[in-house]
């Protein structure tokens, strides 16, 4: 009860904010942009709040307290507060039935449903999860379990204890805050994760009707949404079958992704489908933020275009006809400003001017949701800030973008200075990389790769562009400087993470792929033919890979019947850390401890210094000095040693590894006896 309560307050906080800077073009889009605002806020709040009571018995308590607080505050403040004209006003909708809009959102809120627990689910108590999702379950689901049952504050990642947390976790906080207040934890994360790609699909929605003035274009693009990898491999996949009833047999039976032929790294693991939502469930929301923020641009830029437009001074501009609004060919500023002459135009600027300055306070507030980011999704705070940058290089208005930009990185980077403190930063790793995963690459090799990996969404992108006004291809010129950034650029120690401005980018390409099918469409039905099967050819690699998602081996951790658990929460404290076998995912973890060294690479691309504590693991596993080896121990805080099988295979000390050191001289506290896990032993590391 406790978390619906907290959630509705959360959407109401994130809508009485909202209300004051930005208009709606539907209940819809309105909802989506006060839950997505209401999740950044109140967790970032929440935090901090459970932060400045660190010392407190129960500083998620004292956190959400605050938050109620500041739901009062902003309630009251805003009931007060006189809202802007332009927020006041509303925006026509372009001609369309409800009903069907409805009707899509429906299907997209069974889609996500499906997506999220068939990735992710806790039956009989366990935790499920797929295997090609357990490097992300592993370590995000450990790092709630930390706030939840540990006791996480200054927070730590439970893979690397004893250094501040380099990673954007506040999405998985928020998910341990709503099982700390009655939900269970998988419930949390799914139910967030649900309404977060939910409100991302409704911006998207609201985006390619705010660019394009049809909702039949807005719809196909809230489909398109879920089938955005439209990749080639399917091609060769196909012909490699033994006939329609062989293909239909592997297709309904897959476990793994569609090759796509390249060697490369990461070109199996799904990067560019759908599952990548399932797998990073904070990405949606992080996304949603930024589309929050375009809606409010789009809107903003159209709405001066207009004013300028029905200017006394400007009675020679005139907007173009229904019939071409409706197909989406929209003048911008620069457009308008270039029919008016002399004084008129400084007249009509001027005017505009003086509009713009009267939404300085929504410029700010954008920027700084831009600049919250990037605890939440520190990709998208790079990807808004490239987005954002390449919009002031293509659009007028710039001092009033420079404001935005200059926002979101007054705010932004110093949290992305503390995320890239330690190892990191220290590397000396060059900021320039050419290729991006391809080894030797040529500008023929990257050409070739994203003709083969985009496939038929470049034949539809070329011809939206082709009857899409001057002001649609600068948009989307900008909007393509994140694919220049992913093969120039290596944003953090592993350029693979470059995908995730591949996936953004991916995005914005549907929204335009959905306009090029709506054209396409018009007219006839050999043409409504042709739009269909352009739109299977595009999306039918997509529909491939959602076979493997349902198929996928399940990895089961056992939690709440299961005897080591039920010992580690009744005999250790919330902040005891366990020195074992580099865990990824185990009962140790999902109780909210911490091991001394987790999963390596998960830590080596947070960017910690790994080599490092590596190198004092083996030096605690060689020592045979009794005293000496409860010195380092103590020195690493270190208070049980926990040794199974894994452990006694570990390659880092398996040639000098000897178990009878602890045996003859620890205290043995915890034996699996039913042999569930891996034949683990923990041993109390003596007090003196």
């Keep these: 009860m406790l978390a619906i309560l907290y959630l509705a307050g959360m959407v109401y906080f ?46 998620l308590m004292a956190g959400n307290l605050i938050f109620a607080v500041a739901l009062g505050l902003i309630a009251v403040k805003t009931l007060r507060r006189p809202r802007s004209s332009y927020a006041d006003d509303t925006d026509a909708r372009p001609a369309g039935n409800d009903n069907w809009d409805w009707l899509c959102l429906f299907f997209c809120f069974v889609f996500s449903c499906w997506l999220m627990w068939v990735t992710l689910d806790f039956p009989n108590g366990d935790f499920q999860f797929g295997f090609k999702s357990w490097s992300d379950f592993g370590a995000n689901l450990s790092v709630s379990q930390s706030f939840v049952l540990g006791h996480n504050f ?5 893979f690397f204890p004893g250094e501040p947390l380099r990673y954007h976790f506040l999405f998985w906080f928020q998910a341990a805050n709503l099982a700390f207040l009655g939900m269970s934890l998988v419930s949390s994360v799914n139910f967030l994760s649900i309404l977060s790609m939910l409100a ?15 909702r039949a274009v807005s719809r196909t693009a809230a489909i398109l949404f879920f089938f955005t990898s439209s990749s080639l491999s399917y091609i060769p996949y196909l012909r490699s079958q033994a006939g329609i009833s062989g293909a239909f047999t592997s297709i309904f039976n897959a476990t793994q ?77 620069r457009n308008l400003l270039q029919n008016l002459s002399g004084g008129k135009v400084r007249g009509a600027l001027s005017s505009s001017r003086t509009n713009f300055r009267d939404e300085l306070g929504a410029l700010l507030f954008s920027g700084a949701l831009i600049g919250l980011l990037p605890y939440w999704n520190s990709a998208v705070f790079i990807s808004a800030l490239i987005v954002l940058g390449s919009l002031w290089l ?157 198929n996928d081996v399940v990895i089961t951790i056992p939690h709440q019947n299961d005897r080591l ?64 080896l409860v010195r380092l121990l103590k020195q690493n805080k270190i208070t049980y040693v926990g040794i199974d099988s894994d452990l006694r295979r570990n390659s880092l ?31 109390r590391v003596p007090d003196k």
């Design 14 to 59: 994130g809508d009485c904010l909202c209300r004051c800077f930005y208009r709606f073009k539907s209940i819809q889009q309105r909802l989506a942009t006060a839950f997505l605002v209401g999740l950044l806020l109140s967790s970032i709040i929440t935090y901090l709040g459970a932060l400045a009571f660190a010392h407190t018995a129960q500083p």
């Design 154 to 158: 200054p927070s730590e990642h439970p």
């Design 200 to 214: 991302l699909v409704i911006l998207v929605m609201t985006f390619a009707e705010s660019l394009f003035a049809s």
């Design 257 to 333: 992704f569609v090759n796509s032929g390249y060697p490369y790294r990461g070109e199996d693991w799904g990067a560019l489908t759908v599952g990548i939502f399932a797998n990073q469930r904070h990405l949606s929301s992080g996304i949603g933020i930024l589309f929050t923020v375009l809606i409010f641009l789009v809107d903003r830029y159209k709405r001066a275009a207009a004013e300028i437009s029905e200017s006394p001074d400007s009675t020679n501009v005139h907007l173009r006809d229904a019939e071409e609004v409706q197909r989406g060919k929209l003048k911008t500023l």
């Design 394 to 550: 293509f659009f007028p208005y710039r001092s009033y973008l420079a404001c935005l930009i200059g926002m979101a990185m007054l705010v932004g980077l110093p949290q992305v200075l503390m995320l890239r403190a330690g190892n990191l930063a220290q590397t000396g790793q060059s900021l320039f990389h050419w290729g991006y995963t391809i080894p030797n690459p040529t500008v023929w090799l990257v050409v070739k790769y994203l003709a083969w990996t985009f496939g038929v969404k470049w034949l539809l992108i070329a011809v939206a562009l082709w009857f899409l006004s001057s002001s649609h291809r600068r948009l989307f010129l900008a909007l393509s400087g994140l694919v220049l950034v992913v093969f120039t650029l290596q944003l953090s120690t592993d350029v693979f993470n470059n995908h995730k401005l591949l996936n953004l980018w991916t995005i914005f390409a549907t929204v335009y792929a959905a306009y090029a099918l709506w054209r396409i469409g018009k007219g006839g039905f050999l043409r409504v033919g042709l739009a269909a099967v352009l739109a299977l050819a595009v999306s039918f690699g997509a529909i491939l890979d959602l076979f493997p998602l349902q």
């Design 565 to 628: 658990t039920n010992w580690i929460l009744q005999n250790t404290q919330p902040s005891d850390v366990f020195l074992t076998h580099s865990y990824l995912a185990h009962p140790i973890l999902f109780s909210g401890r911490k091991v001394f060294l987790g999963y390596t690479l998960f830590a080596w691309t947070a960017g910690y210094n790994v080599g490092q504590r590596e190198a004092v693991y083996k030096q605690i596993f060689n020592e045979r000095n009794r005293d000496e």
């Design 653 to 683: 000390i398996k040639e000098f590894f000897d178990e009878s050191v602890f045996q003859e001289n620890f205290q043995k506290v915890f034996e699996d006896t039913e042999h569930l896990h891996d034949n683990l032993r923990i041993y």
